[in-house]
């Protein structure tokens, strides 16, 4: 694992997944953009367990510059899995991730370096469009990040993703941090850093379909609330006690029902109601239960976060 002792002023990091099709536009922006601030630059990509001929071409294009470095995973781990093995492999001072679909522009780095100079420890892209995605999804991710916000104890940034710069004290904080359920933008958040912003207009994919679909945006969510939350246990505990009230009072109507009224009304409709009711009440909780052993398991567990099977960088040992 690199340490930070190297003279390496900048690391940009790329997980990328079935990116073929733009991984030469890609190198190419970002040798540009890296090498206006510094010749001291490295850009590592994680190929997180490709399909297409991503390795391939990531491994002609790094024989052919030497600071440019590849990590490939043994099988897919995630995206948040390969942004951390690559920021572990990492030697610079500052150190950028950003995804390989280039939907996040590379120009966006010399602002954030110029920030990065000022004092800032954590600089943030923010989006202030999202083009190509559709409704639903700007949405949902509008409604996710409030939610979030709302939910945890701490400042969390909203309308980010994962294109930002760390200094590496920062990452060192980061790097003792070993959940194997990663929620990487919680995480920075929490160290409270001192940090700010650059604003940019999110381009739409130009190759390829998403590789994160709703399902995976689904999870990622979870993650993040788990794992900075307690408010689903407490909802939970919330709604079981409300249940109780409102069976105690339906039980306290059909007494009254029967010695005031003289008269029970047949209830089929009230009982099933009733039952439907509290049966999804408790397999709620159980489900988020379940959501928060799942992650006591995972972590107790202690297996590596990653495993990589091919790299070119030397004398650094996986997390």
């Not at 099709?21 to 994680?46: D, H, K, Q």
């Not at 700010?196 to 190759?207: H, K, N, P």
């Not at 159980?286 to 976060?305: A, M, Q």
Request: hydrophobic share 45%.
């Amino acid at each position: 694992m690199a340490n930070g002792s190297s003279n390496i002023a900048l690391s940009i990091v790329v997980p990328v997944f079935n990116e073929e099709l733009i991984i030469e536009e890609l190198v190419r922006r970002l040798v540009a953009v890296a090498g206006s601030i510094t010749e001291a630059y490295e850009i590592i990509f994680v190929n997180d367990g490709s399909r297409d001929g991503t390795l391939l071409k990531l491994k002609l294009l790094c024989e052919d510059d030497a600071r440019l470095h590849f990590i490939s995973f043994s099988r897919n781990f995630g995206h948040q899995i390969a942004i951390t093995a690559g920021m572990d492999y990492s030697s610079g001072d500052a150190i950028v991730t950003i995804d390989g679909d280039l939907q996040d522009p590379p120009e966006l780095i010399a602002q954030m370096y110029a920030e990065y100079q000022n004092g800032y420890k954590v600089i943030y892209a923010k989006r202030t469009k999202r083009k190509g995605e559709t409704f639903f999804k700007r949405v949902t991710a509008r409604m996710f990040y409030r939610l979030m916000a709302w939910l945890v104890a701490f400042d969390i940034p909203l309308d980010v993703g994962d294109y930002r710069m760390i200094s590496r004290d920062v990452l060192e904080y980061l790097q003792r941090m070993k959940e194997y359920d990663k929620y990487l933008r919680g995480q920075i958040a929490w160290l409270g850093f001192k940090n700010t912003y650059v604003m940019f207009e999110r381009d739409e994919r130009r190759f390829g379909q998403t590789n994160y679909p709703f399902k995976k945006m689904l999870r990622l969510a979870f993650n993040g609330i788990t794992a900075f939350s307690d408010a689903p246990l407490k909802l939970a505990t919330s709604l079981g006690f409300i249940v109780c009230i409102m069976s105690f009072l339906i039980g306290v109507f059909a007494v009254y029902s029967y010695f005031f009224n003289h008269a029970t009304v047949p209830g089929w409709a009230s009982t099933i109601i009733s039952i439907t009711f509290l049966g999804g009440v408790q397999l709620l909780s159980l489900g988020i239960l379940g959501e928060y052993i799942s992650r006591i398991i995972n972590n107790v567990r202690n297996r590596p976060l990653y495993v990589v099977d091919q790299t070119d960088i030397k004398d650094k040992e996986a997390n």
